[in-house]
């Protein structure tokens, strides 16, 4: 059964803006939360995690937030460039790692 | 490093034959898993392994078997392919489980008629 929930399924924005990837999970002892990034024809790629015990992580244009009391996490991308464009998956771990089912991110010059 | 190597990278199979999905790693990871890609529903675990000689299932096993001989293979077979596992399959690998880093192969696409 789905434990994680993502949305939306397909974001557009325009180069130079900011995309926001939602996600709901259900288990409470959930305490791993990792964010992939596949491009086409290409498998999943890591692109941030987050842990259980932070509440918010930073790489350059990329950041991840964790509500725990909430259950939810979301990817922030600020100042998209096309080649953010691709997909990009939430997962949550508790011992079995499970994906949401994907946002397809389009970034238009 | 090769990484996470897939092979065939497309096949085309009848309803009711089999095949093997092969999948290996050079990076000396105990942890390695099968899942499957389907439009909408993300990735989702069929069989994993936490180190040479130990499988166990995952959330959609039926109609998959898998085997862990080695520490770098870790094959999926498929006894009687149907439709139903028309899919793109993706081999992984990570250092100590599920809560680590999954590093992903390029997938095999498989189509059954």
């Known amino acids: 059964g789905e434990n994680v929930e993502q949305h939306p399924s397909t974001l557009s924005v325009q180069e130079g803006d900011s995309a926001v990837i939602k996600c709901t999970y259900s288990?409470?002892?959930?305490?791993?939360f990792p964010w992939y990034k596949q491009e086409l024809g290409k498998g999943p790629q890591l692109i941030i995690d987050?842990?259980?015990?932070?509440g918010e992580k930073k790489d350059q244009r990329i950041a991840v937030t964790l509500n725990k009391t909430a259950k939810h996490f979301s990817l922030h991308i600020t100042e998209t460039q096309p080649e953010d464009s691709a997909v990009y998956f939430c997962?949550?771990?508790?011992?079995?790692?499970?994906f949401g089912a994907g946002t397809q991110v389009v970034v238009t010059p | 490093n090769a990484g996470v190597t897939q092979t065939p990278k497309f096949q085309v199979l009848k309803t009711g034959q089999s095949m093997t999905l092969q999948c290996a790693q050079d990076?000396?990871?105990?942890?390695m898993s099968w899942y499957r890609q389907d439009p909408g529903m993300g990735l989702r675990l069929i069989h994993y392994s936490v180190g040479a000689g130990i499988t166990d299932q995952g959330e959609v096993p039926n109609g998959y078997n898998v085997s862990r001989s080695t520490t770098e293979d870790f094959p999926l077979r498929l006894l009687s392919a149907a439709p139903s596992q028309t899919s793109v399959y993706f081999c992984?690998?990570?250092?100590?489980?599920?809560?680590?880093?999954?590093?992903f192969g390029p997938g095999t696409r498989l189509t059954v008629t």
């Open positions: 990076m000396n990871h105990e942890y």
């Open positions: 288990d409470s002892a959930s305490n791993y």
């Open positions: 997962a949550n771990s508790w011992g079995k790692l499970q």
């Open positions: 992984a690998s990570s250092t100590a489980g599920d809560s680590y880093e999954q590093y």
């Open positions: 987050i842990r259980s015990n932070v």
